[in-house]
């Protein structure tokens, strides 16, 4: 018996862009599709259970039209659910500019989807009970 050749179809990744929000990190890859999403092997609604962070993920799609044109795998850790959602959103509006040659960067910029955001947890300081709290005064 012959043993056949086995024809490997070879992934083309046509954007990439990595996304934060607060500790969360979400590395996005952009492919030729109809609009499938992976989340870390699962699909979105599989991942992200509410239907808030699922929005919150598919919104640079909806701005741009690009609902069922590409296939999107993400690879995203750290953080909570909420941080993990705007980290994708933010990497997958960062992979569409690097695909599309700056194409959708205005409307997406115009949405707020360009801008990580900044806000992190405050560290704890020495000599407080948190980042700002103080220990309880006692005059006596």
Not at 44 to 53: H, N
Not at 93 to 116: I, P, S, V
């Amino acid at each position: 018996m012959a043993k056949k050749a086995v024809e490997k179809k070879e992934i083309v990744n046509l954007g990439h862009g990595v996304g934060r929000r607060k500790t969360a990190v979400a590395r996005v890859y952009l492919r030729e599709g109809n609009g499938k999403i992976t989340v870390n092997g699962k699909s979105l609604e599989d991942y992200f259970v509410d239907a808030i962070s699922v929005f919150t993920v598919k919104q640079p799609l909806v701005v741009t039209e690009t609902t069922d044109k590409y296939d999107i795998l993400i690879n995203v850790c750290g953080g909570g659910i909420k941080g993990q959602a705007g980290a994708c959103r933010h990497g997958i509006a960062r992979a569409l500019c690097d695909e599309n040659n700056e194409a959708y960067r205005k409307a997406l910029h115009a949405a707020g989807f360009m801008t990580r955001d900044p806000r992190m947890v405050e560290r704890k300081k020495y000599g407080r009970r948190g980042a700002r709290r103080r220990f309880q005064f006692s005059k006596r």
